[in-house]
Each structure stands twice: as structure tokens, then as C-alpha cells.
């Protein structure tokens, strides 16, 4: 299960993913009618961004032209007996040249990641024990920047800010625009296990094989002379997981 906890109350809860995101013409064969296509933009929930965001280039460097640095509604104390004050947290910010912290980035990397912006979701988040959560771009949408794919240990590490994302931009464009509940990355839990891959002995791959043909036979539809015709089938006997968000 995924917990999560806004860092202020206009800050826009996880939504489930879609089947499709584009408002599409009239017409046969669009990509996301691919029903394993439509599991997969499906599969998760949307962190959407929490404030518009807007990006241009200025001599070959990106610059954040819509900074925002929000306040907590909660208060914090550093100490038992301390007075507490809101938090704050900045919506965007761009690794820096020749920094340390939070961790070292020397010269001859910089170039490497000049085009990317780590943007906050403003979301506190941790999973049940084992949990993982996996963060990605949504899948086949494109984009004028991708989300940078991480896998984080939210079940033991109690991070103290809001999770962020990492965005690479397109150094091709002059300005990138990302509006407030746009779907900004896409995250779902993952066990902590031992995942195996083992190669089918050849009678394993018979009994397989031999399936796959009975399954054609039972289903499949007289196509042309070469094949059947298993449109729709497969979606009907799909089995789709479930992602919701409480109230």
C-alpha cells in the first residue's frame, strides 16, 4: 500500500493511471487500443504536479521561470519545548556546477545532466514493509522531457522533505511548460524479493507450445488462409490490477 501525506493542502493527491491520455480522431488502430498497452499506462498511480511549471532556455542553460516556494499548513519544532513554524520547499531547482551537497558532482559530469530538474511532488510517501516504490515516466506518452526511472526504499528510509522526481528536459526545446495537475511521473510498489528467470526444458516448452495452439483453436476467428482473428479476445480476458486513492 502506498501512504502518502501532503506537505500543504493544495497540493493535488496521487490519482490512478489511465488506460489513455489523448483525446483521439476518429479511427482504427490507435497505439493505447493495444489492450497489454493500456494495462501499462494504467498500472499505478499519477503523482500530478503541484504547481505550473514553465522552463526556457537562455544560453544554452534551462532556467526556471515559475519559482514557487510553498509553506507547510502543519507546524514543525526542531525540539520538545521548541515553537513550532511552517516548513517551506522549493517546486523546482537544477543541480548546481561543482557542488557537494547533497552529494558531489565534479566538472567533467556536469555537461551530462545540465538538461535535468529535480521537481518536488510535495507528497510525503511510505510503503508497507518489503514495499518499494518505483518511479517512472508515464508509459507511452510522449513528452518534451522524461522522468528519470528510480526505485526507492520507502519502507525503510522515513525521508525528512517530500519526495521529488528527476525530469531530463529536451535541449531541442526553448520552453517547456507543465501545468498544475498535468500527470508529472507515475509511481507503483514493487515486493522486495527474489525475481528469477529460468530457461523452459523442451518438454516445458511443448506442454507451453501445444497450449498456445489449443487456446488459437478454442478462440481465434477464421482470418485470412495464413491466420485467425483474435481481436478483442484478449482484452476480454484480460485481468487488470486496481489502483484507487481513499477519500
Do not use: D, G, T
Given at each position: 500500500m502506498l501512504h502518502y501525506f501532503k506537505f500543504c493542502s493544495e497540493v493535488p493527491a496521487p490519482a490512478p493511471a489511465r488506460g489513455a491520455y489523448h483525446k483521439r480522431q476518429p479511427g482504427k488502430g490507435w497505439p493505447e487500443e493495444c489492450p497489454p498497452m493500456r494495462a501499462a499506462n494504467s498500472f499505478g498511480w499519477d503523482l500530478l504536479c503541484p504547481s505550473d511549471l514553465e522552463f526556457s532556455r537562455h544560453e544554452g542553460s534551462w532556467r526556471l521561470d515559475t519559482p514557487v516556494t510553498l509553506e507547510s499548513d502543519w507546524d514543525y519544532a526542531a525540539a520538545a519545548d521548541g515553537a513550532g513554524v511552517p516548513l517551506t520547499q522549493e517546486n523546482a531547482w537544477f543541480w548546481e556546477q561543482d557542488q557537494?551537497?547533497?552529494?558531489v558532482i565534479t566538472?567533467?559530469?556536469?555537461?551530462?545532466?545540465?538538461?535535468?530538474?529535480k521537481v518536488s511532488t510535495l507528497l510525503f510517501m511510505r510503503t508497507e514493509s518489503d514495499e518499494l516504490l518505483y518511479f517512472c515516466d508515464i508509459p507511452n506518452l510522449s513528452r518534451p522531457f522524461k522522468v528519470l526511472s528510480a526505485l526507492v526504499d520507502t519502507d525503510w528510509y522515513?525521508?525528512?522533505?517530500?519526495?521529488?522526481c528527476v525530469l531530463e528536459l529536451d535541449p531541442s526545446a526553448e520552453k517547456i511548460r507543465i501545468a498544475r495537475g498535468d500527470p508529472l511521473c507515475r509511481v507503483f510498489t514493487v515486493r522486495r524479493e527474489h525475481y528469477r528467470a529460468h530457461e523452459m526444458s523442451f518438454d516445458d516448452f511443448g506442454s507451453y507450445f501445444e497450449r498456445s495452439q489449443q487456446w488459437l483453436r478454442e478462440y481465434g476467428r477464421e482470418g485470412d488462409a495464413e491466420s485467425l482473428d483474435i481481436t478483442g479476445t484478449y482484452g476480454k480476458q484480460q485481468q487488470l490490477s486496481r489502483f484507487s486513492v481513499d477519500s
Open positions: 557537494m551537497l547533497p552529494h566538472p567533467e559530469v556536469y555537461p551530462e545532466i545540465e538538461n535535468q530538474v522515513p525521508a525528512s522533505y517530500p519526495w521529488h
